[in-house]
T-cell receptor, first 117, second 112 residues
Framework: GAVVSQHPSRVICKSGTSVKIECRSLDFQATTMFWYRQFPKQSLMLMATSNEGSKATYEQGVEKDKFLINHASLTLSTLTVTSAHPEDSSFYIC?????????????FGPGTRLLVL | GNSVTQMEGPVTLSEEAFLTINCTYTATGYPSLFWYVQYPGEGLQLLLKATKADDKGSNKGFEATYRKETTSFHLEKGSVQVSDSAVYFCALSPYNFNKFYFGSGTKLNVKP
């Protein structure tokens, strides 16, 4: 099946710094990608929809200035956590869809674990 | 709103035991329902799905039936294997097939 990669897989940073996470669809193009975050022992929470060539759409309660999303090409979306704080420590997962309509299948990346000290 | 509730884990079973992981949902409209599996160190993989009421999704011996009357999508397998040890997520997609709402995940441990 299709593959979605994320980089880095794990990152540790100091409080106040910014961290960029990449999500790539390796063998297909995706006009839309999605970003989720997962706290320990909790469900994946949808953060935003990343739209190629236009602004991302954020879920209620997610700060768009805190979590910057750029979907520069059909195979790459980036999530930048700006001025990171310890409460931003989490597991971030992206997904991308292949196909259309009822035949669309979402493929998930392996996730990026962020630890803010 | 849209939400998914699934049973807390971990669930520990012996090999060849019967598995049930409960999942119930609330949704607007007529969602599609999914089970995803996450093996250690890997990303989520689609296990099975059902797009309308009474549909049964099945894959690798796992089954789940879309029950609109009970708003449920319980995952079952007749005989689990050690290789089934993973975290299982129930999810719904309310309007289309890309935006998901997930349950909290249920970790399954299968002992030989």
């Amino acid at each position: 099946g299709a593959v979605v990669s994320q980089h880095p897989s794990r990152v540790i940073c100091k409080s106040g710094t910014s961290v960029k996470i990449e999500c790539r669809s390796l063998d297909f193009q995706a006009t839309t990608m999605f970003w989720y975050r997962q706290f320990p022992k909790q469900s994946l929470m949808l953060m935003a929809t990343s739209n190629e060539g236009s602004k991302a759409t954020y879920e209620q309660g997610v700060e768009k200035d805190k979590f910057l999303i750029n979907h520069a090409s059909l195979t790459l979306s980036t999530l930048t956590v700006t001025s990171a704080h310890p409460e931003d420590s989490s597991f971030y997962i992206c997904s991308a869809g292949e196909g259309a309509g009822q035949q669309e299948t979402q493929y998930f990346g392996p996730g990026t674990r962020l630890l803010v000290l | 709103g849209n939400s998914v509730t699934q049973m807390e884990g971990p669930v520990t079973l012996s090999e060849e035991a019967f598995l049930t992981i409960n999942c119930t949902y609330t949704a607007t409209g007529y969602p599609s329902l999914f089970w995803y599996v996450q093996y250690p160190g890997e990303g989520l993989q689609l296990l099975l799905k059902a797009t309308k009421a009474d549909d049964k999704g099945s894959n690798k011996g796992f089954e789940a039936t879309y029950r609109k009357e009970t708003t449920s999508f319980h995952l079952e397998k007749g005989s689990v294997q050690v290789s089934d040890s993973a975290v299982y997520f129930c999810a719904l997609s309310p309007y289309n097939f890309n935006k998901f709402y997930f349950g909290s995940g249920t970790k399954l441990n299968v002992k030989p």
